[in-house]
């Protein structure tokens, strides 16, 4: 996801990482969906525990301020009310806006299904 990946790119994930600190705003993680355990996603984390996240055309607000987001492949026009983060939540979205499956849908990742952080993508021979 930097700016995202590409079709047929593999990553290696650091699962270590966040035995040390907490995930942060930028970072792309690999999580385990709520909705189903055995899958796992790779989204940019947004929000984190504490934060209030609004979007209005497209534009993310976090606390208050528009988030810069140069990564972003593909602007989109949504708008979702204000959300506080919970203690224990994250908030995450998807680079390729149209097209993605992410917390603008109502949810959020709690902490304990956060599998790493992506380390390196790349093109299996």
Do not use: H
């Not at 990946?5 to 993680?29: E, R, T």
């Not at 996240?53 to 987001?69: C, P, Q, R, Y």
């Not at 919970?86 to 499956?101: A, Q, T």
């Amino acid at each position: 996801m930097s700016p995202a990946l590409a079709p047929g790119q593999f990553i290696l994930v650091n699962k270590l990482v966040y035995k040390f600190g907490d995930p942060k705003q930028g970072d792309v993680i690999v999580f385990r969906i709520a909705m189903d355990p055995n899958r796992e996603m790779l989204k940019r984390v947004i929000g984190v525990p504490g934060d209030r996240i609004f979007i209005k055309e497209g534009t993310v607000w976090v606390n208050g301020a528009a988030l810069s987001e140069p990564y972003i492949t593909a602007q989109d026009t949504s708008n979702m009310s204000e959300r506080e983060m919970g203690r224990k939540e994250y908030f995450v979205l998807g680079d390729n806006r149209p097209g993605s499956f992410d917390s603008r849908r109502g949810w959020d990742v709690p902490e304990e299904n956060i599998v790493g952080k992506m380390w390196i993508a790349y093109y299996r021979p």
